[in-house]
């Protein structure tokens, strides 16, 4: 767990985000809050995401409704990214479902790099705020193709300030 406070310390500093641990039982599921990039038709929306660091069969497990085991407190991080799920709509993510951070999905379009063990969640976090604006996406959990009215850009910009976790 150093490593992973230590990047929620670092995380915690940035001012276009806001991190939290809504279970303080699992520190392993972080809420995070991001503020759309400047000088994009995104800037003044805010979008929720989670970061799973926990490995996928303990996530299967625990979405099963199964009770909480001492297998919860494990994860991969830095070995592997974490699973990190749009949970408000912005026009750009599918929400609930996976963000690819693994391969080229990401990393490959925006910086020609790969997800390392020294992949920071700061980078991560960066590079999905960029991903709001990039209009040629692909890969898992992003809207292929879109190529969106800058009305509709504004109602998802709006919708975003009044979401809830």
Known sequence: MDALGQQFREVSKLDWCKVFIPDRTNAFVWHVAVKGPEDTPYQYGIYHLVLDFRPPAIMHYLTAGSKRTEYESKSLYPDQPPYVFCTNDS??????????IKGATMEGEVTGHYYTPGTTVEAILTLIRMQLDCPDRSGAGFIQSLQMNPKDIEQYVQESKKYVC
Do not use: A, D, P, V
């Not at 026009?91 to 690819?100: A, D, E, K, R, V």
């Open 91 to 100: 026009g750009s993510f599918i929400t609930n479902m996976t963000l690819s």
